[in-house]
């Protein structure tokens, strides 16, 4: 017989095997997360940001002010976007879910330290923009807001490709 108890509050050597997640990659996890919660409730709420945007543009044709002809045009662009995100409004928010759950399962597969997180982890941020374009056009992609949201999936992109050298199964 042997001595040995086996008391289950004590670890076994198995779990001080595994390998720590590293500060960084656990910070960009933990903030994928955050986005992914974020932009799904977007994604959800997309029918509604719509309205209130074609709402703004009216209130702001029949103010009474004098617009420039440049801010015509701007209102006729921002409303031609819009009505065309009415009218492809299921495909764009299945798409933008699909690389939502894309970028949060990539996400947890990183936590564990696996290789395949990271692709699946850049297909969830590519689909968007590439689905998107293709059903939309490039021309959505002039204006400044449109580019700063295209630096947010380039920058993590980066910064997890930085963080790969962690993953190891």
């Known amino acids: 017989m042997s001595n040995q108890s086996t008391n289950p509050d004590t670890l076994s050597n198995a779990e001080f095997d595994k390998p720590a997640i590293p500060k960084g990659l656990n910070v960009l996890t933990i903030l994928t997360f955050i986005g992914c919660s974020i932009f799904f409730l977007l994604s959800l709420a997309t029918p509604w940001i719509l309205k209130f945007s074609k709402n703004l543009?009216?209130?702001?044709?029949?103010?009474?002010?004098?617009?420039t002809p440049?801010?015509?045009?701007?209102?006729?662009?921002?409303r031609a976007n819009i009505e065309l995100s009415e009218i492809n409004m299921i495909p764009l928010m299945v798409i933008g879910i699909a690389g939502i759950?894309?970028?949060?399962?990539?996400?947890?597969?990183?936590?564990?330290l696996k290789k395949d997180g990271y692709w699946i982890y850049?297909?969830?941020?590519?689909?968007?923009?590439?689905?998107t374009a293709f059903i939309m056009g490039v021309a959505q992609y002039k204006e400044i807001g449109s580019l700063v949201m295209l630096a947010f999936p380039v920058i993590f992109i980066i910064l997890y490709t930085a963080n790969r050298k962690h993953l190891v199964n």
């Open 101 to 112: 759950l894309l970028c949060f399962v990539g996400a947890l597969m990183m936590r564990k």
């Open 57 to 67: 543009m009216d209130k702001a044709t029949s103010s009474g002010q004098e617009l």
């Open 70 to 78: 440049e801010q015509l045009e701007k209102i006729q662009l921002g």
């Open 122 to 131: 850049v297909a969830g941020q590519i689909l968007p923009l590439v689905s």
